[in-house]
């Protein structure tokens, strides 16, 4: 398993689209940071003129955040779906695979290899973000990360990691069953379907309709991706112990934050998805 | 021991298609062909033999284990048909790669790669990028994996489709070294001529089932012919020979005789030609040639040349193949 995991992330870090990202990362970092340094000296020439501003400056801290690490989990999601969702399907359908199934190898180490290949690769870029964001928001947003602890920063950085995850276990499970194309369609249009039902949450609390919140509940529950994004930002903000959380709303803000079941489920529902990719190869005839 | 052994084994898609009912028997250190027209199921069976497709029904052994049992693969090489492997690896990291899924220390690793890059005449390419490798050197690279573990029993799929004349050359030899070996090769291919060459036993499958197995050679002495070529002949000279069981079965001039005898028929000469005919005769058995030439001697017929004919593969293969169902 380590071979074949070894061989995938070399593979991943090779291919073109993780370089393409690499590249769009940087280019994030420096027009990100330079909006933060504008936002920063904006808040400081307000503060000059009328005094210190909390409410304004948690509304547009809250909201800087909340862009960085939505633009982020975006990335991270492309990258997650364009570098896997081909890495069983398309192998099955070139042939890449039949000189190795035929190895004294079991089949589960192959789905194994690849989901700790593919998985490391996404982590070390998830955590280069993340620590990315979380620095330059420290240096110009410091106010918003200000009850920030070591737990919540270690904390947030595993939801900010496990929203790849996610995708690259799904990936993984109909990569297994189904020919790249369609798997690629399937995962895109449930990625697609999470950030919808967590608009539909989101909404539906500002609103007060629970029909609404119910329906995001459910999809959230199909596809955590979105959940894990209000997850990271209420951890990130500490938003139970902060008395303008309130304040935190906007398309980055979260009216109805999960709770922190959303995250076992969500652990749950990985290993479901590795289990099923395993099942679905093990029956697989190639 | 047996290296591969099968019993009723069976593929099918929702019920149609693949292979049904294979009870086939490889003994260790042949060259076993198997052969069928396109569709018939045989790159089905090999694949259910090395893992790739789940049997529906029936058991099969492979160098005396069951055939799920992984340990077995460990001394089993394989060169699929749709060959393709990493093209951003070198030659000699895909060998270090697949050296460790076949389970062989490094140390096993770097003592084998030069041999089998030998072996494939590809020690020169094996710092290039398998990317940059021609079909046939992807084939031949391949081949190298194939060999990696030193195995027992290898399974090629059309192990020199890519290959120019020289690459099926030195395959082929390459092929007969390692019969020398011990090693048993199963061998799928399209081209008969090579494995009229190389291989002992055969099996042919037609529509998923099949139809033979065996030593083709003794398939083809079943029925005994042989090839006369006599001078000046007339019809009643071969009246004794027919008399004595043989038959006749085809006769004809050779070469420029042939003109020279439709001249002499026209101009009312004898019926056959004063120059030289080639004549076929079904014989009993092979030890009846000396008989049959006596009784042409005596006969009065001149023999300049005999040839006992021994059906090739082709026609073999075309006979089981074309036949009906039965």
Redesign the interface.
Same mark, same amino acid.
């Given at each position: 398993m380590l071979t074949l995991a070894r061989l995938t992330f070399a593979e991943g870090a090779r291919k073109r689209v993780f370089l393409v990202i690499l590249f769009l990362c940087l280019a994030f970092f420096l027009l990100y940071g330079i909006a933060l340094d504008f936002a920063s000296q904006e808040m400081m020439r307000l503060n000059a003129l009328r005094g210190r501003q909390p409410v304004i400056q948690q509304i547009v801290g809250n909201q800087l955040l909340g862009s960085g690490m939505y633009f982020a989990s975006f990335l991270m999601a492309l990258l997650a779906l364009l570098a896997s969702v081909g890495s069983v399907a398309s192998e099955i359908e070139n042939g890449l695979l039949h000189a190795i199934v035929s190895k004294p190898i079991p089949r589960s180490s192959i789905i194994l290899g690849k989901f700790f290949g593919y998985g490391s690769m996404l982590v070390s870029l998830g955590l280069l973000l993340f620590a990315g964001i979380v620095v330059l928001n420290r240096l110009y947003n410091p106010q918003i990360l200000s009850l920030l602890t070591p737990f919540h920063l270690v904390y947030g950085a595993l939801i900010f990691i496990l929203q790849p995850l996610v995708l690259l276990g799904l990936s993984m499970v109909f990569g297994s069953a189904l020919r790249t194309l369609t798997a690629g369609v399937v995962v895109t249009v449930l990625y697609v379907l999470g950030t919808v039902g967590g608009f539909l949450e989101q909404v539906g609390g500002l609103v007060a309709k629970p029909s609404l919140v119910n329906v995001g509940i459910v999809i959230s529950l199909v596809i955590p991706s979105d959940a894990l994004f209000r997850k990271l930002m209420t951890v990130l903000t500490v938003a139970q112990e902060n008395p303008l959380a309130s304040l935190s709303l906007g398309p980055f803000g979260v009216a109805v934050p999960p709770s922190n079941l959303m995250i076992i489920y969500t652990l749950l529902y990985l290993m479901a998805c590795l289990g099923l990719a395993l099942y679905n190869f093990h029956k697989k005839d190639l | 021991m047996l290296a591969i052994e099968t019993e009723k084994l069976t593929k099918t898609y929702s019920g149609h298609g693949g292979c049904r009912d294979i009870s086939l028997a490889v003994p260790c250190g042949t060259v076993f062909g198997l052969l069928g027209p396109n569709g018939a199921g045989k790159s089905t069976l090999v694949?259910m033999l @090395?893992? !790739? !497709?789940?049997a529906t029904s029936g058991q099969a052994r492979i160098l005396g284990r069951p055939f799920s049992d992984?340990? @077995? %693969?460990?001394k @089993?090489g =394989?060169l699929?048909e749709? =060959? %393709?492997?990493?093209d951003?690896l070198t030659g000699e990291d895909l060998l270090r /790669?697949?050296g460790? !899924? /076949?389970?062989l220390s490094p140390a096993e690793v770097r003592a084998r790669i030069p041999e089998v890059l030998g072996q494939v005449g590809m020690k020169e390419q094996a710092a290039q990028r398998v990317g940059r490798y021609s079909k046939g050197m992807q084939q031949r690279i391949?081949l190298a @994996?194939a060999l990696l573990p030193d195995p027992e029993l290898l399974f090629l799929d059309e192990p020199t489709s890519a290959l120019d004349p020289i690459g099926r050359k030195e395959v082929r030899e390459l092929l007969e070294r390692l019969k020398g070996q011990g090693k048993t090769v199963f061998l799928n291919s399209h081209l008969l001529s090579e494995l009229e060459t190389l291989c002992d036993q055969i099996a042919i499958i037609k529509q998923g089932c099949l139809v033979y197995q065996g030593d083709w050679r003794e398939l083809a002495r079943r029925s005994y012919q042989t090839k006369v070529v006599v001078g000046d002949v007339i019809p009643s000279q071969l009246t004794s020979a027919s008399d004595g069981g043989f038959q006749l079965l085809a006769q004809r001039p050779l070469g420029v005789a042939s003109e020279l005898e439709a001249a002499t028929r026209s101009e009312g000469g004898p019926a056959l030609s004063r120059f030289r005919h080639e004549l076929l005769f079904r014989i009993p058995e092979q030890g009846s040639v000396p008989t049959l030439i006596q009784s042409l001697v005596a006969s009065g017929i001149d023999i300049y040349e005999v040839t006992p004919q021994v059906d090739s593969l082709e026609k073999l293969f075309l006979q089981f193949v074309t036949q009906e169902t039965e």
């Amino acid at each position: 398993m380590l071979t074949l995991a070894r061989l995938t992330f070399a593979e991943g870090a090779r291919k073109r689209v993780f370089l393409v990202i690499l590249f769009l990362c940087l280019a994030f970092f420096l027009l990100y940071g330079i909006a933060l340094d504008f936002a920063s000296q904006e808040m400081m020439r307000l503060n000059a003129l009328r005094g210190r501003q909390p409410v304004i400056q948690q509304i547009v801290g809250n909201q800087l955040l909340g862009s960085g690490m939505y633009f982020a989990s975006f990335l991270m999601a492309l990258l997650a779906l364009l570098a896997s969702v081909g890495s069983v399907a398309s192998e099955i359908e070139n042939g890449l695979l039949h000189a190795i199934v035929s190895k004294p190898i079991p089949r589960s180490s192959i789905i194994l290899g690849k989901f700790f290949g593919y998985g490391s690769m996404l982590v070390s870029l998830g955590l280069l973000l993340f620590a990315g964001i979380v620095v330059l928001n420290r240096l110009y947003n410091p106010q918003i990360l200000s009850l920030l602890t070591p737990f919540h920063l270690v904390y947030g950085a595993l939801i900010f990691i496990l929203q790849p995850l996610v995708l690259l276990g799904l990936s993984m499970v109909f990569g297994s069953a189904l020919r790249t194309l369609t798997a690629g369609v399937v995962v895109t249009v449930l990625y697609v379907l999470g950030t919808v039902g967590g608009f539909l949450e989101q909404v539906g609390g500002l609103v007060a309709k629970p029909s609404l919140v119910n329906v995001g509940i459910v999809i959230s529950l199909v596809i955590p991706s979105d959940a894990l994004f209000r997850k990271l930002m209420t951890v990130l903000t500490v938003a139970q112990e902060n008395p303008l959380a309130s304040l935190s709303l906007g398309p980055f803000g979260v009216a109805v934050p999960p709770s922190n079941l959303m995250i076992i489920y969500t652990l749950l529902y990985l290993m479901a998805c590795l289990g099923l990719a395993l099942y679905n190869f093990h029956k697989k005839d190639l | 021991m047996l290296a591969i052994e099968t019993e009723k084994l069976t593929k099918t898609y929702s019920g149609h298609g693949g292979c049904r009912d294979i009870s086939l028997a490889v003994p260790c250190g042949t060259v076993f062909g198997l052969l069928g027209p396109n569709g018939a199921g045989k790159s089905t069976l090999v694949k259910m033999l @090395v893992g !790739l !497709l789940q049997a529906t029904s029936g058991q099969a052994r492979i160098l005396g284990r069951p055939f799920s049992d992984l340990s @077995v %693969r460990r001394k @089993v090489g =394989f060169l699929p048909e749709n =060959f %393709r492997y990493h093209d951003w690896l070198t030659g000699e990291d895909l060998l270090r /790669f697949h050296g460790a !899924l /076949f389970g062989l220390s490094p140390a096993e690793v770097r003592a084998r790669i030069p041999e089998v890059l030998g072996q494939v005449g590809m020690k020169e390419q094996a710092a290039q990028r398998v990317g940059r490798y021609s079909k046939g050197m992807q084939q031949r690279i391949g081949l190298a @994996v194939a060999l990696l573990p030193d195995p027992e029993l290898l399974f090629l799929d059309e192990p020199t489709s890519a290959l120019d004349p020289i690459g099926r050359k030195e395959v082929r030899e390459l092929l007969e070294r390692l019969k020398g070996q011990g090693k048993t090769v199963f061998l799928n291919s399209h081209l008969l001529s090579e494995l009229e060459t190389l291989c002992d036993q055969i099996a042919i499958i037609k529509q998923g089932c099949l139809v033979y197995q065996g030593d083709w050679r003794e398939l083809a002495r079943r029925s005994y012919q042989t090839k006369v070529v006599v001078g000046d002949v007339i019809p009643s000279q071969l009246t004794s020979a027919s008399d004595g069981g043989f038959q006749l079965l085809a006769q004809r001039p050779l070469g420029v005789a042939s003109e020279l005898e439709a001249a002499t028929r026209s101009e009312g000469g004898p019926a056959l030609s004063r120059f030289r005919h080639e004549l076929l005769f079904r014989i009993p058995e092979q030890g009846s040639v000396p008989t049959l030439i006596q009784s042409l001697v005596a006969s009065g017929i001149d023999i300049y040349e005999v040839t006992p004919q021994v059906d090739s593969l082709e026609k073999l293969f075309l006979q089981f193949v074309t036949q009906e169902t039965e």
